[in-house]
């Protein structure tokens, strides 16, 4: 059985891996600086961290060897911004803290973190996952340099398993650069979410690839899609060899309600996918809903012969439509729509807000007659979502920064591609406000093509 290590139960309605490992606690922290020679001498090398992997010659925070016992100890979610002074020349946007192109002391953070694997895991693939980090990120594990993510919403994702030291220590590095705005808002700066150790068989169900689509009637109908990938190198499948993938849908009281099993014949060549679909046919269902959020949980086996996979996805069957004469309807009624414009953020604790804490808030918005909540003004965090679908409340998910090319339509992908499980999500928003489009027939032909990228009904 899969094991997951998370400080909120609801927190359980993102997928899972065989593994999935929470690695909040235990960090070192330090302010860095944008003058590289100020920046503990971060990039001043001669052999850098882009010249030669893992360089003996290395000196800056990604170096294994490293001493950061100067450094103050902290748990994750952190915020590096929240609790720096005020500054009446700072920008009013982000709360006239001191950060941005003007403090260039206060607007770098580096994050470390010793953390040990087992020997056990040696036959696994090993991946670091980070659910968001403000903004402009570079990830370092035993001194290899990873990458980066401009984005301060968009999540992480490393394999890092030639990397690890099986039955040792390893060292992970984060670099964030908050000093460009990304919003006009308080944005924050670090690794304000979760982190997580994701340890996998080589086969597997890829990460984020399954999709529902809900038939209704009087014998409703789930089609259930997805990829399976192999990281097992070097070993193709053999002449003849199939896999098999089963699929059962487990309702809130812990009862099965439909399973299905196939084989699986077209199989991934090491380092590829195949694609995948079956369908599910439960006797009846019970539709998700404000008043009544009823929860099932998909439970994914993959079976290779050597291995079993398993994935387990929380979702909620509904119907969502907008009709021009009767408005919002769900599961065939009329909703008005009560929302809130929410951003994520708290006094006190900026945007690294605990999981309580955001489930703390909804709450208190139901008692004001809330049933909505967008956004604002990016992809939202998973225990934010995962709260909304317990709860009860629709959500409009938006995206950051408009365009068609790969990196805009990359952060929408990512976002539909994690999040469309949710039976919350009623609207993918595909961006806010843009003024420099708006009234325009550029804007017209952008919004037409991410129509494209967005999925239509699920």
């Given at each position: 059985m899969k094991k997951l290590i998370v400080s909120l139960a609801l927190a359980t309605a993102f997928p899972l891996a065989a593994e999935l490992v929470n690695i909040d606690g235990g960090w070192r922290f330090a302010f860095g600086n944008t003058d590289p020679a100020k920046d503990f001498g971060a990039g001043t090398e001669y052999f850098n961290y882009l010249t030669k992997a893992a360089s003996i010659h290395n000196m800056g925070p990604y170096a294994v060897k490293f001493n950061d016992s100067a450094w103050v100890s902290i748990d994750l979610p952190f915020d590096f911004v929240v609790d720096l002074p005020f500054e009446k020349?700072?920008?009013?946007?982000?709360?006239?803290?001191?950060?941005?192109?003007?403090?260039?002391a206060s607007s770098v953070g580096w994050y470390r973190k010793v953390l040990p694997v087992a020997a056990a895991d040696s036959a696994k693939r090993i991946s670091l996952v980070f659910d968001g980090i403000f903004r402009d990120s570079k990830v370092w594990f035993n001194?290899?340099?990873?990458?980066?993510?401009?984005?301060?919403?968009?999540?992480?994702?490393?394999?890092?398993?030639?990397?690890?030291?099986?039955?040792?220590?390893?060292?992970?590095?984060?670099?964030?650069?908050?000093?460009?705005?990304?919003?006009w808002f308080y944005e924050?700066?670090?690794?304000?979410?979760?982190?997580?150790?994701?340890?996998?068989?080589?086969?597997?169900?890829?990460?984020?690839?399954?999709?529902?689509?809900?038939?209704?009637?009087a014998g409703p109908e789930i089609k259930v899609s997805g990829r399976v990938a192999n990281k097992l190198h070097g070993l193709s499948p053999a002449p003849g060899e199939t896999w098999t993938l089963?699929?059962?849908?487990?309702?809130?009281?812990?009862?099965?309600?439909?399973?299905?099993r196939i084989t699986l014949t077209d199989l991934p060549a090491p380092e590829t996918e195949s694609a995948w679909q079956l369908t599910l046919h439960p006797a009846s269902l019970t539709e998700w809903d404000i008043e009544n959020p009823a929860l099932?949980?998909?439970?994914?086996?993959?079976d290779d012969g050597r291995s079993v996979s398993a994935e387990d996805i929380v979702t909620g069957f509904r119907r969502a439509e907008f009709d021009p004469d009767r408005g919002f309807l769900l599961n065939g009624r009329?909703?008005?729509?009560?929302?809130?414009?929410?951003?994520?953020?708290?006094?006190g604790v900026g945007a690294g807000i605990p999981d309580a804490l955001n489930v703390y808030r909804l709450k208190e918005l139901k008692k004001y007659g809330v049933n909505a909540y967008r956004a604002s003004h990016n992809?939202?965090?998973?225990?934010?979502?995962a709260a909304c679908d317990s709860l009860?409340?629709?959500?409009?998910?938006?995206?950051?920064?408009?365009?068609?090319?790969?990196?805009?339509?990359?952060?929408?992908?990512?976002?539909?591609?994690?999040?469309?499980n949710h039976p919350s999500v009623i609207l993918w928003s595909v961006g806010n406000e843009e003024w420099g489009v708006e009234w325009d027939e550029k804007g017209v032909r952008i919004v037409d093509e991410l129509r494209d990228v967005t999925p239509h009904g699920r």
């Open positions: 020349d700072a920008s009013h946007s982000h709360g006239y803290k001191t950060v941005g192109y003007k403090y260039p001194g290899f340099y990873l990458g980066g993510e401009p984005s301060g919403y968009v999540g992480q994702r490393y394999d890092v398993t030639p990397y690890v030291n099986f039955g040792g220590d390893n060292v992970i590095a984060v670099r964030s650069d908050a000093t460009l705005e990304e919003g924050g700066g670090g690794i304000y979410r979760h982190a997580w150790l994701d340890i996998s068989e080589p086969r597997h169900i890829n990460p984020n690839s399954v999709a529902t689509v809900y038939t209704p009637g089963s699929a059962e849908l487990i309702d809130r009281a812990g009862s099965p309600v439909a399973s299905e099932y949980t998909l439970r994914l086996r993959l009329s909703v008005k729509l009560k929302g809130v414009n929410m951003h994520q953020d708290h006094a992809p939202m965090t998973p225990e934010v979502l009860g409340i629709l959500v409009i998910e938006e995206n950051r920064l408009l365009g068609i090319n790969g990196y805009h339509t990359g952060q929408l992908r990512s976002m539909i591609d994690r999040d469309r």
